[in-house]
């Protein structure tokens, strides 16, 4: 599991620096899919990750908008924020995690259970569909997309960054 947050967190890094040779105004318009634009959702991204490692961790979670985080700097700074939080846990994740349950109550009343395990790969999965958009996106401004490939990224060694 850790092999795959550290390639969303590669990727997504090098999507940071992809984002600094877009213009501001290509960056904050609204597109089709996904949650707005290429800033809001590396904003949601980022935002969606570290909500749920605080819920599994049994912290507040953010509550804060896009709107105050509408430039490349800040969303980025956030991101580095809660990497410095999201990280210890990814890296302390252990098997005896896998089974813990996580219980939301709905707004109908209704109780919906996941596991802990379920919600990783959740995470994981939600940030690559994204990273997809992202990939879409930067094709119709005509500019490369990053490399979403997994491979000769050096991420079964053990350092991590």
């Not at 940071?16 to 959702?41: S, Y």
């Not at 599994?56 to 105050?68: A, L, N, R, T, V």
């Not at 924020?81 to 219980?103: A, I």
């Not at 209704?110 to 995470?123: F, K, Q």
């Amino acid at each position: 599991m850790e092999m795959f947050y550290r390639y969303n967190w590669m990727v997504r890094e090098e999507w940071f620096k992809w984002c600094e040779k877009v213009p501001e105004e290509e960056l904050l318009k609204e597109r089709t899919g996904g949650v707005g634009g290429i800033l809001h959702t590396l904003f949601h991204i980022v935002d969606v990750e570290w909500s749920w490692i605080q819920i599994m961790k049994g912290e507040p979670d953010f509550q804060e908008s896009f709107d105050d985080y509408r430039t490349l700097a800040l969303v980025r700074d956030l991101s580095a924020k809660f990497h410095d939080d999201v990280k210890p846990f990814v890296l302390n994740w252990t098997s005896e995690f896998e089974e813990n349950v996580f219980e939301e109550q709905l707004f109908n009343g209704e109780i919906e259970r996941s596991t802990w395990g379920e919600i990783m790969r959740h995470v994981i999965a939600h940030e690559i569909h994204h990273i997809g958009q992202l990939s879409i996106w930067s094709r119709e401004i005509g500019v490369k997309p990053v490399s979403a490939n997994l491979l000769w990224r050096d991420l079964a060694s053990s350092q991590i960054e």
